[in-house]
C-alpha cells in the first residue's frame, strides 16, 4: 500500500468517529459564493450567500489615518458557519486551533527544523467546491486570535475571488496589479480588516494568462517580501482547486505549507491522487477531511501525506 493509499484509508477510518457539524459546515459549503457556482446549468443567474454578505458589508474610512477597512458582518459570517473573531469559545473555534497549531509550529516552532517559507501557506483542494474558502477564512480569524502572530490572506483564486467577495471592499486593485506594475508598492493594495491583525489582499483586476503572471519573477519577489517583511506574519494563500486550473501548481511552488480541503463522500480516490500528485511531497502536506456526515468525535480529520 502506497503511502497515498495509507493517508486516504486513515482519513476514512476517522471519518467514521467525527461529527458533521451539520449547521457549521454544510450550510456554509452548498450557499457561499465560493462554494457553489453562481449561475445554474442554464445560465441563469442566482444570488449565493457569499453575495449577501457583500451586501451587508462595506468599507469604512479610518479617521485618524485616512485609510479604508474592510468591515464585514459578523453575524452573518457565524450565519454561514464560518469563524468570527468573538466565537473564542466555539466548538468551530477549537476545530481550527487543532488545525493551525502544527502549521504555526512548523513556521515558528522552536525545533531546529523549522519547514523553510513555513509561513507562506497555500489552501487549496482537488476539485471546486470542497471548501476551501470557508478553511481559509475561518484559519484565518483563527491565527489572527493569537497574541502575537498577524495574518495576510491573499485571494489568488483570480477567476472566482471568492474571499474578496466575502470581504467586500472598494479597492479596485489587487495582487494581480501588483504583479503587472512593479512600481505598485504592496503597501498599498494590502486592505486592513475590522478584524484585528487581519489584512487582505484582494485578487486584482482579473487580466489574461494568470498562470504565467503567478509564475513570474515578480510574483515570486511578491511572496519572500510577504513572508520576510514582518517576523510575526502568516500568509495565507486562497488557492484555485489543483485539478481545476494550472495556477495552483505554481502556487505550490511559493510556498512552504499546503492545506489540501477534502469533501467527505465526494472527493475520488483517484482525484486525491492526481492532485496530491501535483505537490511537492518533501513538503508538509495537510489533510483536512470536511462535510462528514457521521456523528462522534472531531469535525474535521487533518494529518499529514508527505512531508518528509
Known sequence: MTSIEK????AAKRQEEMTVAENVVDVAMDSSGEFSDADTAVGKAQKTASEAVRDRAHTVVDQRTGTHIAKIDMRRLRALGMLAPDDGESSIAEEFR???RPLLNNAFGASASLVESGNLMMITSAIPNEGKTFVSISLAVSIA???DKTVLLVDTDVMKESATKLFHTEAELGLIDAIV???LPLGDVILPTDV??????PAGRL?????????????RYIAEELATRYDDRVILFDSPPLLATSEASVLASLVGQVVMVVEAERTTQRQM?????????GKPIGLLLNKSKTTGGSGYYYGYYGYK
Open 7 to 10: 493517508a486516504i484509508e486513515k
Open 98 to 100: 487543532r488545525i493551525k
Open 145 to 147: 486570535m493569537e497574541l
Open 181 to 183: 506594475d512593479p512600481n
Open 196 to 201: 484585528p491583525k487581519l489584512g487582505l489582499l
Open 207 to 219: 487580466r489574461g494568462r494568470a498562470t504565467e503572471l503567478l509564475a513570474s519573477d515578480r510574483m
Open 273 to 281: 491522487t492526481d492532485a496530491l500528485a501535483v505537490l511537492d511531497a
